[in-house]
């Protein structure tokens, strides 16, 4: 059956929900891969915004959408965070899709004002052990990413700090910009510029190992808190119950889209890395980051949503 299925797929677009606004980091990758993936498929694949809290109403308009290989999820991390932020979900983050592959993987980075006398991961520790409670970390809004990667920080290095919400990364430069906080996490294509026009300092980035457009600054865990990784990622998942065959076309395509030079160069000028991978892989990521997750935010006793 599902062979027969793949044979004359695409017959028309192909649509992949975004549960971000247009402009966004995954915005873009989604728009730079399906670019990619509408020439080799000979099909249009069409990106849709469908912004919301924790990526709520995307996630289930695909859970729910026909598995015919014609709309798919643009799944990311945060898909994991709201597994366990949320009460209640109208879908199970694993039961409902089938995981097709991961696409890009991206730094967050830990920054302080380019005026601060901080200069590394240990210079901001030392500063607040010897200044209790005085040390404030922005990020933006409670849950995101940017928001658990602080909380993490804060848990694993042991340090007496605040982190401090706001509602957007120009709100939190300002806050760094005049004092309010001493340090923040974010995401690092909307502060590349900055960082490479010198208004920000960078002190680490929170992956795995060094951002290869930023190789001089060392890792969060290079810097000595140990243990700490906290990336965010993004990929594509059909509804549960698509065909293999369906799965498999899909997840050769996305394979060899990030697997192109040009998408790769696109996304890492976006501080993203373009990486494909099987179902399996995706399917395993999103269950351990829930798991991980689930941690930081029962430790940091967040309030669920």
């Given at each position: 059956?599902?062979?027969?299925?793949?044979?004359?797929?695409?017959?028309?677009?192909?649509k992949?929900v975004v549960?971000?606004?247009?402009g966004?980091?995954?915005?873009?990758t989604?728009?730079?891969?399906s670019?990619?993936?509408?020439?080799s498929m000979?099909?249009?694949v069409?990106?849709?915004?469908r912004?919301?809290?924790g990526?709520?109403?995307?996630?289930e308009?695909?859970?729910?959408a026909?598995?015919?290989?014609?709309?798919?999820?643009?799944i990311?991390?945060?898909?994991?965070?709201?597994?366990?932020?949320?009460n209640a979900?109208?879908?199970?983050?694993?039961?409902?899709?089938?995981?097709v592959?991961t696409?890009?993987f991206?730094?967050?980075?830990?920054?302080?004002?380019?005026?601060?006398?901080i200069?590394?991961?240990r210079?901001?520790?030392?500063?607040a052990?010897?200044?209790p409670?005085?040390?404030n970390?922005?990020?933006?809004?409670?849950?995101?990413t940017?928001n658990?990667?602080?909380?993490?920080?804060k848990s694993?290095?042991?340090?007496d700090?605040?982190?401090v919400?706001?509602?957007?990364t120009?709100a939190?430069?300002?806050?760094?910009k005049?004092?309010?906080?001493?340090?923040a996490?974010e995401?690092?294509a909307?502060?590349?510029?900055?960082?490479?026009?010198g208004g920000?300092?960078?002190l680490a980035?929170?992956?795995?190992?060094r951002?290869?457009?930023?190789?001089?600054?060392?890792?969060v865990?290079?810097?000595?808190?140990?243990?700490y990784?906290?990336?965010?990622?993004n990929g594509?998942?059909?509804p549960?119950?698509?065909?293999k065959?369906?799965?498999?076309r899909?997840?050769?395509?996305v394979?060899?889209?990030?697997?192109s030079?040009?998408?790769r160069k696109r996304l890492?000028?976006?501080?993203?890395?373009?990486?494909?991978?099987t179902?399996?892989a995706l399917?395993d990521?999103?269950?351990?980051?829930?798991a991980?997750w689930?941690?930081?935010?029962e430790?940091?006793k967040?309030e669920k949503q």
């Amino acid at each position: 059956m599902s062979s027969v299925w793949a044979q004359g797929y695409p017959a028309h677009p192909i649509k992949i929900v975004v549960p971000f606004a247009a402009g966004g980091v995954a915005d873009i990758t989604a728009r730079v891969l399906s670019q990619k993936m509408g020439e080799s498929m000979g099909q249009q694949v069409i990106v849709e915004n469908r912004p919301s809290a924790g990526g709520i109403v995307a996630s289930e308009s695909v859970a729910k959408a026909e598995p015919d290989g014609y709309t798919l999820l643009f799944i990311t991390n945060g898909n994991a965070v709201s597994a366990s932020l949320f009460n209640a979900l109208p879908y199970d983050t694993v039961k409902d899709f089938a995981p097709v592959s991961t696409v890009g993987f991206f730094d967050l980075v830990l920054i302080v004002d380019s005026a601060s006398k901080i200069g590394s991961v240990r210079e901001l520790i030392a500063y607040a052990g010897s200044n209790p409670n005085k040390l404030n970390i922005g990020t933006i809004n409670i849950g995101s990413t940017q928001n658990l990667a602080a909380e993490l920080f804060k848990s694993l290095s042991g340090i007496d700090a605040q982190v401090v919400p706001f509602k957007t990364t120009p709100a939190v430069i300002t806050a760094l910009k005049g004092g309010d906080v001493q340090a923040a996490f974010e995401i690092l294509a909307p502060v590349m510029a900055q960082i490479k026009g010198g208004g920000l300092k960078p002190l680490a980035v929170t992956s795995e190992k060094r951002f290869p457009g930023l190789p001089e600054v060392p890792t969060v865990a290079e810097s000595g808190v140990r243990d700490y990784q906290a990336a965010s990622w993004n990929g594509v998942a059909a509804p549960a119950r698509t065909p293999k065959g369906l799965i498999d076309r899909l997840n050769r395509e996305v394979n060899a889209a990030t697997g192109s030079p040009e998408v790769r160069k696109r996304l890492q000028d976006l501080g993203v890395e373009a990486r494909g991978g099987t179902p399996e892989a995706l399917r395993d990521l999103l269950v351990s980051e829930i798991a991980k997750w689930k941690a930081v935010i029962e430790r940091a006793k967040i309030e669920k949503q």
